[in-house]
Antibody, heavy 122, light 106 residues
Framework: EVQLVESGGGLVQPGGSLTLSCAASGFTFSAYWMSWVRQAPGKGLEWVANINEDGRDKYYADSVKGRFTIARDNAQKLVFLQLNSLRAEDTSVYYC???????????????WGQGTLVTVSS | DIQMTQSPSAMSASVGDTVIITCRASQGIRNYVVWFQQKPGKVPKRLISAASSLHSGVPSRFSGSGFGTEFTLTISSLQPEDFATYYCLHHNSYPLTFGGGTKVEI
C-alpha cells in the first residue's frame, strides 16, 4: 500500500523550532521528488517546499525561505522539514506529497500524507 | 511570481447542475495546471493534470480545459459527493502557487 505518514507536529512558541518527518512506504521513494504543502485552519492550500530525488535541488516558497529547510534520507525513506523562527502565521496542517517525474513529465502531488498540525502560539 | 486567481470563491449548486470553476494565471503557464478536490477534514485528491488529463479513477463528469492563462474545471451533472472545495495549482515555475479555492455548496 502506498503510504506517507507525517509526524513531529505540535505546539511551539513564536521564534521556536520544530522538525517534521514524513515516512514513505509502498513505492520507490528514491524515484520521487517530495513536497511539503500546508493549510492554515479554514484556509486554502499553500505550497511550501520541494526536493528532488537525490536531495540536491531544493525550492521554497518566499514565505518560508531562509527559515525552513527540506531534506531527505533515501535509505530510511524519509523526508524532513526543519521549521525555524516560527511565527503565528505558520500555524497549519503540514502535508507531505510525492511527485513522480519520468521522461520529461511529472505526476504531481500523488500520494499525500494525512498531515501533521503545527501550532505556533505563546 | 505567478499568481493563480480562482473564481468564484464559493458557489451554491444543486445535484444535476453543471459547475464551471475558472483559474486565471498572471502569465502564460502552458498547460501546467493540476486540479484538486478537498472535502472537509480530508486530504486533497488530485483530479486532473496537464490542464485536461483526468486522473485514473476520477469520474468522467469531471473535465478540464485551457492553455496559457485561462483554465477551467467543469463538473457535469453534479453529484452529492462532489460538494467540496476545489483548487488549481500551477507548476510552470517556482514558486508553485495554488488558487484560492472554490467551495461548492448545496
Amino acid at each position: 500500500e502506498v503510504q506517507l505518514v507525517e509526524s513531529g507536529g505540535g505546539l511551539v512558541q513564536p521564534g521556536g523550532s520544530l522538525t517534521l518527518s514524513c515516512a514513505a512506504s509502498g513505492f520507490t521513494f528514491s524515484a520521487y521528488w517530495m513536497s511539503w504543502v500546508r493549510q492554515a485552519p479554514g484556509k486554502g492550500l499553500e505550497w511550501v517546499a520541494n526536493i528532488n530525488e537525490d536531495g540536491r535541488d531544493k525550492y521554497y516558497a518566499d514565505s518560508v525561505k531562509g527559515r525552513f529547510t527540506i531534506a531527505r534520507d533515501n535509505a530510511q525513506k524519509l523526508v524532513f522539514l526543519q521549521l525555524n523562527s516560527l511565527r503565528a502565521e505558520d500555524t497549519s496542517v503540514y502535508y507531505c506529497a510525492g511527485i513522480y517525474c519520468s521522461g520529461g513529465s511529472c505526476s504531481w502531488f500523488d500520494p499525500w500524507g494525512q498531515g501533521t498540525l503545527v501550532t505556533v502560539s505563546s | 511570481d505567478i499568481q493563480m486567481t480562482q473564481s468564484p470563491s464559493a458557489m451554491s449548486a444543486s445535484v444535476g447542475d453543471t459547475v464551471i470553476i475558472t483559474c486565471r494565471a498572471s502569465q502564460g503557464i502552458r498547460n501546467y495546471v493540476v486540479w484538486f478536490q478537498q472535502k472537509p477534514g480530508k486530504v486533497p485528491k488530485r483530479l486532473i493534470s496537464a490542464a485536461s488529463s483526468l486522473h485514473s479513477g476520477v469520474p468522467s463528469r469531471f473535465s478540464g480545459s485551457g492553455f496559457g492563462t485561462e483554465f477551467t474545471l467543469t463538473i457535469s451533472s453534479l453529484q452529492p459527493e462532489d460538494f467540496a472545495t476545489y483548487y488549481c495549482l500551477h507548476h510552470n515555475s517556482y514558486p508553485l502557487t495554488f488558487g484560492g479555492g472554490t467551495k461548492v455548496e448545496i
